[in-house]
Protein backbone atom coordinates (compact mmCIF):
# COMPACT_ATOMS: atom_id res chain seq x y z
CA UNK A 1 0.00 0.00 0.00
CA UNK A 2 2.95 1.90 -0.84
CA UNK A 3 2.57 3.21 2.96
CA UNK A 4 6.55 4.23 3.70
CA UNK A 5 8.51 4.27 6.76
CA UNK A 6 6.41 4.85 10.50
CA UNK A 7 6.79 8.35 11.66
CA UNK A 8 7.76 6.44 15.31
CA UNK A 9 10.94 4.16 13.12
CA UNK A 10 12.00 8.19 11.41
CA UNK A 11 9.65 8.37 8.35
CA UNK A 12 7.50 11.33 7.86
CA UNK A 13 4.24 11.87 9.34
CA UNK A 14 0.82 11.77 8.19
CA UNK A 15 0.34 15.14 9.88
CA UNK A 16 2.47 17.98 10.84
CA UNK A 17 -0.12 19.25 13.03
CA UNK A 18 -1.48 16.63 15.44
CA UNK A 19 -5.06 15.71 15.38
CA UNK A 20 -6.41 15.70 18.89
CA UNK A 21 -9.47 12.93 19.05
CA UNK A 22 -11.72 15.47 20.17
CA UNK A 23 -11.97 19.22 21.05
CA UNK A 24 -15.36 21.66 21.50
CA UNK A 25 -16.21 24.40 18.81
CA UNK A 26 -16.55 27.96 20.47
CA UNK A 27 -18.25 30.27 18.00
CA UNK A 28 -18.61 34.40 18.70
CA UNK A 29 -22.35 33.20 19.20
CA UNK A 30 -21.09 31.61 22.42
CA UNK A 31 -18.81 34.13 23.46
CA UNK A 32 -20.86 36.99 22.47
CA UNK A 33 -23.66 35.13 25.08
CA UNK A 34 -20.94 34.49 27.62
CA UNK A 35 -20.63 38.03 27.58
CA UNK A 36 -23.76 39.22 27.88
CA UNK A 37 -23.79 37.48 31.11
CA UNK A 38 -21.04 38.91 32.25
CA UNK A 39 -22.58 41.91 31.72
CA UNK A 40 -26.11 41.25 33.19
CA UNK A 41 -25.66 41.33 36.55
CA UNK A 42 -26.54 37.74 37.67
CA UNK A 43 -23.13 35.72 37.59
CA UNK A 44 -24.80 32.68 39.33
CA UNK A 45 -28.32 30.91 40.30
CA UNK A 46 -29.69 33.80 38.32
CA UNK A 47 -32.22 33.79 34.30
CA UNK A 48 -29.59 31.54 32.43
CA UNK A 49 -29.67 28.17 34.55
CA UNK A 50 -33.69 28.13 33.88
CA UNK A 51 -33.62 29.50 30.36
CA UNK A 52 -30.87 26.56 29.66
CA UNK A 53 -32.63 23.58 31.19
CA UNK A 54 -35.51 24.62 29.04
CA UNK A 55 -33.69 24.33 26.01
CA UNK A 56 -32.27 21.03 26.71
CA UNK A 57 -35.69 19.51 27.70
CA UNK A 58 -36.90 20.82 24.35
CA UNK A 59 -34.20 18.81 22.79
CA UNK A 60 -33.92 16.21 24.53
CA UNK A 61 -37.87 15.33 25.45
CA UNK A 62 -37.46 15.10 28.67
CA UNK A 63 -40.23 15.69 31.58
CA UNK A 64 -37.32 18.09 33.65
CA UNK A 65 -33.80 18.97 33.67
CA UNK A 66 -31.47 20.22 36.56
CA UNK A 67 -28.15 21.28 35.57
CA UNK A 68 -25.43 20.73 37.87
CA UNK A 69 -21.59 21.88 38.07
CA UNK A 70 -20.66 18.75 36.33
CA UNK A 71 -21.96 15.13 34.91
CA UNK A 72 -20.07 13.79 37.54
CA UNK A 73 -22.25 15.79 40.14
CA UNK A 74 -25.37 14.87 38.47
CA UNK A 75 -24.34 11.00 38.49
CA UNK A 76 -23.97 11.94 42.48
CA UNK A 77 -27.13 13.37 42.10
CA UNK A 78 -29.27 10.64 40.37
CA UNK A 79 -27.86 8.01 43.37
CA UNK A 80 -28.69 10.99 46.27
CA UNK A 81 -31.86 11.41 45.04
CA UNK A 82 -32.52 7.55 45.17
CA UNK A 83 -31.28 7.85 48.84
CA UNK A 84 -28.82 4.82 48.20
CA UNK A 85 -26.35 3.83 50.78
CA UNK A 86 -24.46 1.70 52.53
CA UNK A 87 -25.70 -1.97 51.91
CA UNK A 88 -26.92 -1.13 48.78
CA UNK A 89 -25.46 -2.15 45.19
CA UNK A 90 -25.44 -0.67 42.20
CA UNK A 91 -24.72 -1.90 38.98
CA UNK A 92 -22.68 -0.63 36.37
CA UNK A 93 -20.64 -1.58 33.09
CA UNK A 94 -16.71 -2.30 33.81
CA UNK A 95 -16.07 -0.20 30.58
CA UNK A 96 -17.27 3.17 31.47
CA UNK A 97 -15.75 6.25 33.06
CA UNK A 98 -14.94 5.81 36.57
CA UNK A 99 -17.58 8.35 37.72
CA UNK A 100 -20.18 6.24 37.07
CA UNK A 101 -19.10 3.83 39.38
CA UNK A 102 -17.85 6.55 41.89
CA UNK A 103 -21.30 8.15 41.78
CA UNK A 104 -22.38 4.81 43.90
CA UNK A 105 -19.32 5.35 46.26
CA UNK A 106 -20.21 8.78 46.44
CA UNK A 107 -23.36 7.30 48.87
CA UNK A 108 -21.88 4.42 50.52
CA UNK A 109 -23.06 2.22 47.86
CA UNK A 110 -21.36 -0.82 46.53
CA UNK A 111 -20.70 -0.63 42.91
CA UNK A 112 -21.75 -4.48 41.09
CA UNK A 113 -19.43 -4.72 37.54
CA UNK A 114 -21.43 -6.00 35.04
CA UNK A 115 -19.55 -7.43 31.93
CA UNK A 116 -20.21 -6.01 28.05
CA UNK A 117 -21.68 -7.15 24.69
CA UNK A 118 -18.67 -7.83 22.29
CA UNK A 119 -20.06 -6.39 19.73
CA UNK A 120 -20.96 -2.93 21.09
CA UNK A 121 -19.45 -2.85 24.15
CA UNK A 122 -22.79 -1.68 26.04
CA UNK A 123 -23.54 -3.21 29.68
CA UNK A 124 -24.57 -6.51 28.79
CA UNK A 125 -28.11 -7.63 30.66
CA UNK A 126 -27.29 -11.29 30.75
CA UNK A 127 -24.30 -9.83 32.52
CA UNK A 128 -26.68 -7.67 34.41
CA UNK A 129 -29.55 -10.34 34.94
CA UNK A 130 -26.58 -12.66 36.81
CA UNK A 131 -25.35 -9.75 38.96
CA UNK A 132 -28.34 -9.13 40.59
CA UNK A 133 -28.99 -10.22 44.23
CA UNK A 134 -31.66 -8.74 47.04
CA UNK A 135 -29.72 -5.67 47.84
CA UNK A 136 -29.73 -4.27 44.16
CA UNK A 137 -31.02 -1.00 43.75
CA UNK A 138 -30.22 0.38 40.72
CA UNK A 139 -28.76 -0.13 37.34
CA UNK A 140 -26.53 2.41 35.83
CA UNK A 141 -26.42 1.64 32.13
CA UNK A 142 -24.12 3.83 29.98
CA UNK A 143 -24.39 4.73 26.49
CA UNK A 144 -21.10 4.21 25.27
CA UNK A 145 -19.59 5.83 22.63
CA UNK A 146 -22.95 7.40 21.71
CA UNK A 147 -25.17 4.37 21.03
CA UNK A 148 -28.01 3.90 23.54
CA UNK A 149 -27.70 0.90 25.94
CA UNK A 150 -30.44 -2.40 25.25
CA UNK A 151 -32.86 -1.01 27.99
CA UNK A 152 -35.17 -3.31 26.75
CA UNK A 153 -33.27 -6.01 27.88
CA UNK A 154 -32.53 -4.30 30.81
CA UNK A 155 -36.29 -3.72 31.90
CA UNK A 156 -36.36 -7.58 31.17
CA UNK A 157 -33.72 -8.04 33.31
CA UNK A 158 -34.87 -6.51 36.38
CA UNK A 159 -38.95 -7.00 35.67
CA UNK A 160 -40.78 -7.36 39.08
CA UNK A 161 -38.20 -6.23 41.27
CA UNK A 162 -37.44 -3.21 43.09
CA UNK A 163 -34.60 -1.90 41.17
CA UNK A 164 -34.18 1.75 39.57
CA UNK A 165 -32.94 1.79 35.73
CA UNK A 166 -31.28 4.54 35.30
CA UNK A 167 -28.93 6.02 32.53
CA UNK A 168 -24.95 7.41 32.09
CA UNK A 169 -25.55 9.42 28.72
CA UNK A 170 -22.66 11.73 28.96
CA UNK A 171 -21.69 10.25 25.92
CA UNK A 172 -25.07 9.96 24.01
CA UNK A 173 -27.16 13.30 24.35
CA UNK A 174 -29.08 13.42 20.67
CA UNK A 175 -29.27 9.87 19.91
CA UNK A 176 -32.01 7.39 20.31
CA UNK A 177 -33.59 3.80 19.94
CA UNK A 178 -36.53 3.11 17.69
CA UNK A 179 -37.22 7.05 17.63
CA UNK A 180 -37.70 7.64 21.26
CA UNK A 181 -34.20 9.41 23.19
CA UNK A 182 -32.74 7.67 25.84
CA UNK A 183 -33.74 10.14 28.29
CA UNK A 184 -37.14 8.58 28.42
CA UNK A 185 -35.55 4.77 28.95
CA UNK A 186 -34.38 4.91 31.79
CA UNK A 187 -35.89 6.72 35.40
CA UNK A 188 -32.89 9.21 35.36
CA UNK A 189 -30.39 10.24 33.42
CA UNK A 190 -27.29 11.98 32.96
CA UNK A 191 -25.56 14.77 30.65
CA UNK A 192 -21.99 16.41 30.98
CA UNK A 193 -21.13 19.20 28.75
CA UNK A 194 -17.07 19.26 29.49
CA UNK A 195 -15.56 20.26 26.36
CA UNK A 196 -15.18 16.68 24.92
CA UNK A 197 -18.81 16.05 24.79
CA UNK A 198 -21.03 17.06 21.93
CA UNK A 199 -21.93 20.38 23.62
CA UNK A 200 -19.64 22.70 26.34
CA UNK A 201 -20.51 24.75 29.27
CA UNK A 202 -16.54 24.45 29.60
CA UNK A 203 -17.63 22.23 33.18
CA UNK A 204 -20.81 20.80 33.27
CA UNK A 205 -24.30 18.13 33.97
CA UNK A 206 -27.64 17.83 33.72
CA UNK A 207 -30.12 15.54 35.60
CA UNK A 208 -33.22 14.73 33.09
CA UNK A 209 -36.51 12.74 34.34
CA UNK A 210 -39.84 12.81 34.07
CA UNK A 211 -40.79 12.71 37.53
CA UNK A 212 -40.73 16.04 39.01
CA UNK A 213 -40.23 14.70 42.65
CA UNK A 214 -36.91 13.50 41.77
CA UNK A 215 -36.73 16.75 39.49
CA UNK A 216 -36.68 18.61 42.76
CA UNK A 217 -34.78 16.52 44.92
CA UNK A 218 -32.12 16.85 42.86
CA UNK A 219 -32.44 20.59 42.30
CA UNK A 220 -32.26 20.72 46.47
CA UNK A 221 -29.26 18.56 46.25
CA UNK A 222 -27.38 20.83 44.29
CA UNK A 223 -27.60 23.55 46.61
CA UNK A 224 -27.35 22.47 50.39
CA UNK A 225 -30.60 20.35 50.34
CA UNK A 226 -32.02 23.59 50.95
CA UNK A 227 -36.43 23.78 50.06
CA UNK A 228 -36.72 26.96 49.29
CA UNK A 229 -34.61 28.39 46.00
CA UNK A 230 -32.98 32.20 46.90
CA UNK A 231 -35.38 33.65 44.37
CA UNK A 232 -38.57 32.47 46.37
CA UNK A 233 -37.23 33.71 49.57
CA UNK A 234 -36.64 37.29 48.11
CA UNK A 235 -40.12 36.99 46.42
CA UNK A 236 -41.72 36.04 49.76
CA UNK A 237 -39.33 39.02 51.49
CA UNK A 238 -38.46 36.12 53.94
CA UNK A 239 -34.89 34.79 54.72
CA UNK A 240 -36.23 31.38 55.92
CA UNK A 241 -35.31 27.60 54.74
CA UNK A 242 -35.42 24.26 55.93
CA UNK A 243 -32.62 21.99 55.26
CA UNK A 244 -34.29 18.70 55.11
CA UNK A 245 -31.56 16.11 53.58
CA UNK A 246 -27.86 16.87 52.95
CA UNK A 247 -27.19 18.93 49.90
CA UNK A 248 -23.87 20.07 48.24
CA UNK A 249 -22.59 23.43 46.37
CA UNK A 250 -22.85 21.51 42.76
CA UNK A 251 -24.88 24.66 41.39
CA UNK A 252 -23.35 25.83 37.78
CA UNK A 253 -23.02 29.51 37.23
CA UNK A 254 -25.05 31.55 34.59
CA UNK A 255 -21.89 32.05 32.41
CA UNK A 256 -21.64 28.28 31.95
CA UNK A 257 -25.18 27.99 31.29
CA UNK A 258 -25.29 30.90 29.11
CA UNK A 259 -22.54 29.09 26.57
CA UNK A 260 -24.39 25.88 26.99
CA UNK A 261 -27.59 27.43 25.40
CA UNK A 262 -26.06 28.81 22.57
CA UNK A 263 -23.87 25.43 21.75
CA UNK A 264 -27.16 24.15 21.64
CA UNK A 265 -28.02 25.91 18.27
CA UNK A 266 -25.44 23.80 16.94
CA UNK A 267 -26.07 20.69 18.11
CA UNK A 268 -28.22 18.96 15.40
CA UNK A 269 -25.54 20.21 12.88
CA UNK A 270 -22.66 18.64 15.12
CA UNK A 271 -24.46 15.66 15.61
CA UNK A 272 -24.95 15.26 11.85
CA UNK A 273 -21.41 15.73 11.04
CA UNK A 274 -19.77 13.42 13.98
CA UNK A 275 -22.41 10.74 11.85
CA UNK A 276 -21.33 11.32 9.01
CA UNK A 277 -17.46 11.30 10.00
CA UNK A 278 -18.00 8.00 11.65
CA UNK A 279 -19.89 6.69 8.04
CA UNK A 280 -16.78 7.67 6.55
CA UNK A 281 -14.97 5.36 9.10
CA UNK A 282 -17.25 2.64 9.03
CA UNK A 283 -16.41 2.69 5.29
CA UNK A 284 -12.96 2.44 5.00
CA UNK A 285 -12.70 -0.21 8.21
CA UNK A 286 -15.55 -2.66 8.01
CA UNK A 287 -13.96 -4.99 5.33
CA UNK A 288 -10.71 -4.67 7.09
CA UNK A 289 -8.73 -7.60 8.24
CA UNK A 290 -6.44 -5.77 10.59
CA UNK A 291 -9.66 -3.64 12.72
CA UNK A 292 -13.26 -3.51 13.45
CA UNK A 293 -15.68 -0.63 14.33
CA UNK A 294 -18.22 -1.38 16.93
CA UNK A 295 -21.05 -2.66 15.97
CA UNK A 296 -24.95 -0.62 15.97
CA UNK A 297 -27.49 -2.33 17.19
CA UNK A 298 -31.02 -2.45 15.05
CA UNK A 299 -32.82 1.20 15.38
CA UNK A 300 -30.50 3.10 17.28
CA UNK A 301 -29.12 6.74 16.25
CA UNK A 302 -25.55 6.72 17.71
CA UNK A 303 -24.80 10.45 18.41
CA UNK A 304 -20.68 9.60 18.58
CA UNK A 305 -19.22 10.72 21.58
CA UNK A 306 -16.39 8.48 20.10
CA UNK A 307 -15.83 6.01 17.37
CA UNK A 308 -13.75 3.01 18.29
CA UNK A 309 -11.83 0.93 16.44
CA UNK A 310 -11.40 -2.78 17.81
CA UNK A 311 -7.68 -4.19 16.76
CA UNK A 312 -7.27 -7.47 14.94
CA UNK A 313 -4.35 -8.09 17.33
CA UNK A 314 -4.20 -12.03 16.15
CA UNK A 315 -3.41 -10.39 12.39
CA UNK A 316 -1.18 -7.49 13.99
CA UNK A 317 2.96 -7.95 14.75
CA UNK A 318 1.99 -4.67 17.54
CA UNK A 319 0.32 -4.90 20.11
CA UNK A 320 -2.26 -1.75 21.27
CA UNK A 321 0.71 0.22 23.13
CA UNK A 322 2.76 0.18 20.18
CA UNK A 323 0.11 0.94 17.65
CA UNK A 324 -1.07 4.20 20.03
CA UNK A 325 2.40 5.00 19.76
CA UNK A 326 3.23 4.64 16.23
CA UNK A 327 -0.36 6.26 15.03
CA UNK A 328 0.80 9.02 17.77
CA UNK A 329 3.90 9.96 15.95
CA UNK A 330 1.62 10.35 12.89
CA UNK A 331 0.05 13.01 14.26
CA UNK A 332 -3.01 11.16 15.29
CA UNK A 333 -3.58 11.72 18.62
CA UNK A 334 -5.90 8.42 19.18
CA UNK A 335 -7.26 7.85 23.01
CA UNK A 336 -8.61 4.55 25.02
CA UNK A 337 -11.77 4.42 26.81
CA UNK A 338 -11.46 3.18 28.83
CA UNK A 339 -9.40 0.98 31.37
CA UNK A 340 -12.30 -1.43 32.82
CA UNK A 341 -13.01 0.40 36.18
CA UNK A 342 -12.71 -3.02 37.98
CA UNK A 343 -9.39 -2.88 37.17
CA UNK A 344 -8.38 0.65 38.88
CA UNK A 345 -6.30 0.46 41.98
CA UNK A 346 -9.33 2.45 44.14
CA UNK A 347 -11.72 -0.77 43.21
CA UNK A 348 -9.48 -3.67 43.50
CA UNK A 349 -7.96 -2.12 47.15
CA UNK A 350 -11.29 -1.20 48.98
CA UNK A 351 -14.46 -3.48 46.57
CA UNK A 352 -11.75 -6.45 46.00
CA UNK A 353 -12.50 -6.27 42.41
CA UNK A 354 -9.95 -8.12 40.36
CA UNK A 355 -8.79 -9.67 36.69
CA UNK A 356 -10.76 -12.09 34.93
CA UNK A 357 -14.58 -11.15 36.47
CA UNK A 358 -15.45 -9.09 32.93
CA UNK A 359 -13.50 -10.94 30.17
CA UNK A 360 -15.24 -9.52 27.68
CA UNK A 361 -14.55 -6.13 28.64
CA UNK A 362 -11.10 -7.21 29.67
CA UNK A 363 -9.83 -8.62 26.25
CA UNK A 364 -11.68 -5.47 24.37
CA UNK A 365 -9.52 -3.08 26.51
CA UNK A 366 -6.63 -4.48 24.97
CA UNK A 367 -7.88 -3.83 21.02
CA UNK A 368 -9.60 -0.82 21.72
CA UNK A 369 -8.65 2.89 20.10
CA UNK A 370 -10.79 6.23 19.92
CA UNK A 371 -9.94 7.63 16.47
CA UNK A 372 -10.25 11.29 16.77
CA UNK A 373 -14.17 13.10 16.04
CA UNK A 374 -15.28 15.75 16.49
CA UNK A 375 -17.49 18.46 14.50
CA UNK A 376 -14.71 20.60 13.32
CA UNK A 377 -12.56 18.07 11.42
CA UNK A 378 -12.64 18.54 7.76
CA UNK A 379 -12.73 16.15 5.69
CA UNK A 380 -9.07 15.79 4.93
CA UNK A 381 -8.65 15.66 8.36
CA UNK A 382 -10.75 12.27 8.19
CA UNK A 383 -8.76 10.98 5.45
CA UNK A 384 -5.79 11.38 7.19
CA UNK A 385 -7.07 9.33 9.91
CA UNK A 386 -7.65 7.03 7.77
CA UNK A 387 -4.12 7.05 6.00
CA UNK A 388 -2.73 6.90 9.38
CA UNK A 389 -4.22 3.96 10.68
CA UNK A 390 -3.85 1.99 7.55
CA UNK A 391 -0.24 3.20 7.40
CA UNK A 392 0.30 2.11 10.83
CA UNK A 393 -2.02 -1.81 10.77
CA UNK A 394 -0.64 -2.31 7.26
CA UNK A 395 2.86 -1.82 8.29
CA UNK A 396 2.13 -4.24 10.97
CA UNK A 397 0.31 -6.74 9.26
CA UNK A 398 1.82 -10.43 10.30
C1 LIG B 1 -17.61 12.67 30.84
C2 LIG B 1 -18.24 11.54 31.55
C3 LIG B 1 -18.64 11.62 32.88
C4 LIG B 1 -18.30 12.77 33.78
O1 LIG B 1 -18.63 13.99 33.32
P1 LIG B 1 -17.88 15.29 33.90
O2 LIG B 1 -18.75 16.38 33.35
O3 LIG B 1 -16.50 15.29 33.34
O4 LIG B 1 -17.91 15.23 35.38
C5 LIG B 1 -19.33 10.55 33.42
N1 LIG B 1 -19.57 9.45 32.72
C6 LIG B 1 -19.16 9.31 31.46
C7 LIG B 1 -19.47 8.05 30.73
C8 LIG B 1 -18.46 10.34 30.84
O5 LIG B 1 -18.03 10.20 29.59
Known amino acids: MGAGQLAIDGGTPVREEPLPYGRQTVGDGDIAAVEQVLRSGWLTTGPAIETFEKAITEFTGAGHAVALSSGTAALHAMT ?34 ADVDSRTLLIDPESVAALITPSTRAIIAVDYAGQPADYDALESAIAGRQIELLSDS ?3 VGSSVDGSPVCKRAGMTTLSFHPVKHLTTAE ?10 WAARARAFRSHGMNAPHQDRTAGATWIYEI ?54 PGVVNSYHLYVLRLALTRLTADRQRIFEALHAEGI ?64 RR
Not at 207 to 213: E, G, K
Request: charged share 20%; with cysteine.
Open 333 to 396: RVNVHYIPVHLLRYYRDQFGTSKGQCPVAEKAYQEIISLPIFPAMSDGDVADVVTGVNKVLEHC
Open 170 to 172: CHA
Open 244 to 297: DTLGYNYRMSDIHAALGRAQIDMLPEWISRRRRIAEIYDGAFAASELCAPLQNR
Open 80 to 113: SVLELGPGDEVIVPSITFAATANAAVFVGATPVF
Open 204 to 213: GGMVLTDRAD
